[in-house]
């Protein structure tokens, strides 16, 4: 019997470009019970990053694989084919590299090894929606002598930010982005350096403000104003508006406010033509603002959601999306006095006419820093297996 542990270094979210290191461990465990421990040999171990992608049937219409391309050599359990057994079909892999060939561990052994790769830069990003899944893992396959393959696969997520493909490095290492209180090696150089860059970058696009003011009105006539000072954010903010109804003509009774993603397939992928978009919703904000002349709203991006991208399948974009109630009568009708004494008691009115109108709100949503969004993952950056 051999364990296999493998553990990604710096945890489980990367950035497109980013290198990959993981260090795989194989230990020929001595147990305590055992009277007559011995020897484990294995024949091989290999490694491969690949991208799975799958479609819902009743929604996305791919064309049909070509059968020529099938590989024989695939159904053979002695080969190595990290995607086996996975839902979907693979779009995008690293070439395998091999981490030994016969190894042999004596009882209590152990040994380690590196594995790095550079993500590809020309990927879809880590997504889960309602139509479609792009889902990264690292696959360690090993094999004993005449046994079957026995993979071990690592899922981890992938952010992609658009621009850092483009991107010169400067020759001169002197002028070129570091960090002067770390030391570090010399092959992990450029991938810091990468990392960064992306979070400058990120830093300059969602740290622009300037002033967006939206009238709010309906066929009645204006209700008030919104306020909202960018529309650039990248995962983990929070998304912050105000509201003036205090020179609005037609009362507001009640807004509501959602932050939501829009999932929509490229029209020659459609089933059916014409069919409607998917949308999901992260946060809401509900409030009833009869009377009140400001109200404000904050509305946090989820660390774990995914930032906007297009792919020749797929197209995922952001949007405020607002919801308002308003009175078809003036401020002044919505209370009535409810006795003649001294003491007057204002009440709500039992039956209001009412209109509701929706406005929606493009917004733009980036990705972060990997290591942040690595405290929240859904993944692990450790897994193993027993063989």
Not at 203 to 221: C, D, E, K, P, W
Not at 259 to 276: A, H, K, M, V, Y
Request: charged share 20%; aromatic share 8%; hydrophobic share 35%.
């Amino acid at each position: 019997m051999i364990e296999v542990l493998a553990k990604l270094g710096r945890g489980p979210v990367f950035l497109a470009g980013e290198v990959l290191e993981c260090v795989i461990t194989f230990t020929n465990p001595l147990s305590t019970s055992s009277t007559s421990a011995s020897s484990e040999m294995l024949a091989w171990a290999s490694a491969q990053i690949h991208c799975q992608f799958h479609a819902s049937e009743s929604r996305v219409a791919l064309p049909p694989s070509d059968g020529s391309k099938h590989d024989v050599q695939a159904e053979n359990e002695t080969v190595f084919v990290p995607n086996r057994g996975e839902r979907g079909q693979c779009i995008l892999s690293t070439p395998p590299k091999i981490l030994f060939c016969d190894l042999r561990l004596d009882p209590g052994e152990s040994k380690s090894y590196s594995y790095c790769e550079t993500l590809p830069v020309d990927g879809p990003p880590s997504f889960r929606g309602q139509s479609v899944k792009y889902v990264y893992k690292l696959t360690i396959g090993c094999q004993r002598v005449n046994s079957p393959i026995k993979l071990l696969r690592v899922p981890f997520r992938v952010l992609v930010l658009h621009g850092l493909k483009d991107y010169q490095f400067p020759q001169d290492e002197a002028v070129a982005p570091s960090n002067p209180f770390l030391e570090e090696e010399e092959g992990l150089k450029k991938d810091s350096r990468l990392a960064d860059l992306a979070t400058e970058l990120l830093m300059v696009a969602t740290s622009r403000r300037s002033l967006h003011l939206y009238n709010i009105s309906n066929t009645r006539g204006k209700v008030g104003t919104f306020c909202i000072f960018k529309t650039v954010y990248k995962i983990g903010e929070d998304v912050i508006g105000t509201f003036n109804f205090s020179e609005g003509d037609i009362p507001c009774l009640q807004f509501s406010v959602s932050l939501q993603t829009e999932e929509s397939i490229q029209e020659e992928f459609q089933r059916r033509r014409g069919q409607p978009v998917s949308f999901t919703t992260h946060a809401r904000h509900q409030e009833s603002c009869l009377h009140t002349a400001q109200s404000s709203f904050s509305l946090p991006i989820p660390l774990s959601s995914t930032p906007g991208f297009t792919t020749n399948i797929v197209s995922l974009k952001w949007r405020l999306h607002f919801e308002f109630v308003t009175s078809g009568e003036s401020a002044g009708t919505c209370l009535v006095r409810g006795s003649q004494s001294e003491a007057v008691t204002w009440t709500g009115v039992e039956q209001m006419e009412v209109d509701t109108f929706s406005w929606d709100l493009p917004i733009k949503v980036l990705p972060t820093n990997p290591i942040l969004a690595s405290y929240v993952s859904q993944f692990s950056s450790t897994n193993s297996i027993t063989i």
